[in-house]
């Protein structure tokens, strides 16, 4: 009975600490705060293509509009599924109507690796693109950058991502050229 009212008194005490939390959540995390801005000035022969690798910028804007920004467009990245290798389809077949068909990898092994070298970029290419596709009405610009500087600001810890990226996007401007939609 001691081990139950002690494990209650533990659960009640995360709770509360899990409400002050939420109530606090306009404060930036030290962990977070202590995120060290990439170097952009990125020289022109370390630019990585325009259409994978940029950051956005908008003059003017808030860092905590920003945040919201970049809130709410991140949270588009994980709906549907990503684009893939189509599922085999006998010669002379119907033509499956409706919408696509999962891809299951019913064309084999030669199936299996193609698709797993082209994965990646086809998850960054979905990712890019709902990006450009929410950030750019909202005013943003892009500008080129690196590789490097991109993994940097695209980790995988997203809570650390959009506030990196909002700090940038409403720092100054980036050194690096501008891509034009």
Known sequence: MKALRAGAAALLSLSLSAAALAQDAGAVPAAAAEIALPDLAVPN???????????????GVTVAQAEADFGF????????APRGVPSFVPWGGPIPAGPPQSYDNS??????????????PLARSVRQTRMFRCMVPRGYAR????????????SDDALASIRLQARIAAGPVPPTPRIEP
């Open 45 to 59: 022969g370390k630019l990585a293509d325009p259409h994978k690798y940029f950051l956005f910028h908008k003059p």
């Open 73 to 80: 467009c991140w949270r588009f990245l994980a709906q549907a």
């Open 107 to 120: 064309s084999g092994l030669v199936g299996a690796v193609i698709l797993s070298i082209i994965a990646g």
């Open 143 to 154: 500008y080129r950058t690196s590789e490097a500087v991109w993994k940097q600001l695209n």
